[in-house]
């Protein structure tokens, strides 16, 4: 399995095998359009089910207890709560979410669960969150991922250009649409630790952007000055060249996060382990798509629409076409000069991009040739 993976990577480098994702980008588009309707219906129909901490409340977590969440919603509502928020975050331990509460209600509400799920009073750990507080901390999370973005777009744009930046901006919002479309959807509590791990992904897209566009920086170098491909299939090679490595990447990222959610929610039910596992494990998977299938087609995309970019296509379009119909009309067995220039750059168009892009340009001489220089008898010349 290793020598047949490293097989593909070599022959998906050297061009060999080649996919067409950017030529196929509409495919993908319409793809990632769908998944963003579903999650703009999550998000928009449902709702984030923002946690305690954004929202605002109290919060009574009742350890060591075989009641079920029935019976703790129950008490909780027979202390005057209305529609409590019961979940079980792990062994025998109950989360009690309810509005915010004064120290007085809360602490009747605490003696209610002692009274009758069988927890001691000093046992039952109590947060309370005002709604300022709670405001504060999703005011707080909105700027950090909004200065996320900007320093995204400023790096991008001097190390690359505002067209490569743009198109990993585009990515990145895919990937965070999709990342907190399906907590919507799912039903899954919002904390700050789904804002951590929501950072970490966009982070993971991001290198794996940048690794892609590094290779099509390499691809596309000086590629105005030649007629072998145009940016956008240098750009589709480099996709190629780097396609194993992205998806070893994300299988080495995916497969701890997996384990976290498995084994740590699981298995052990721990509730802060879901929350950043799930976040990191959509992200990833989201990233990584949109890496491969979504910033390289757009950066094309913009690329293709610059005068050089459509002056190089042309140029690519009308060299393929004078190849064909001089290989079609070229003498059998002619061995001019002429002859052998023509079959060269037959041979050269049906090269890989790869080889292409390698091999050095070959431009046919413009104009009349000078004919070589010959020795004339000076009696010769006057009799001229």
Known sequence: MPTRLGSLAHRLYS?????DFVGKRRRWYALSGVILVLALVGLFGRGLNLGIEFRG???????????????????????????????EVGQGVLRIQTPALTPTESAAVTQQLSD???????????????????????????QGLVAFLVLVVIFL?????????????????HDLVITIGIYALTGFEVTPATVIGVLTILGFSLYDTVVVFDK?????RNITSGNRATYSEAANLALNQTLVRSINTS???????AAILVIGVGLLGAGTLKDLALALFIGTAAGTYSSIFIATPVACQLQERRPEMKALAARVEARRAGLDSRARRRPAGSGTATAVVEETEAEADGQTVAEQLASPQTVAPAGPRQQPKRNVPRQQRKKR
């Open 15 to 19: 061009g060999e095998v080649s996919y």
């Open 57 to 87: 409340g109290s919060e009574f977590r009742v350890p060591g207890t075989t009641a079920t969440v029935e019976d703790a919603r129950a008490s909780a509502e027979a202390a005057g709560i209305q529609d409590p928020i019961v979940t």
């Open 116 to 142: 009758d799920l069988g927890a001691p009073v000093a046992d039952i750990g109590v947060q309370l969150v005002g709604p300022s507080w709670g405001a504060e901390i999703t005011q707080r999370a909105v």
């Open 157 to 173: 744009s001097f190390y690359f250009e505002w067209r490569l930046a743009v198109a990993a901006l585009v990515a990145l919002l």
């Open 216 to 220: 099509v920086r390499e691809n596309t």
């Open 251 to 257: 299988i080495v990222a995916l497969l701890p996060v």
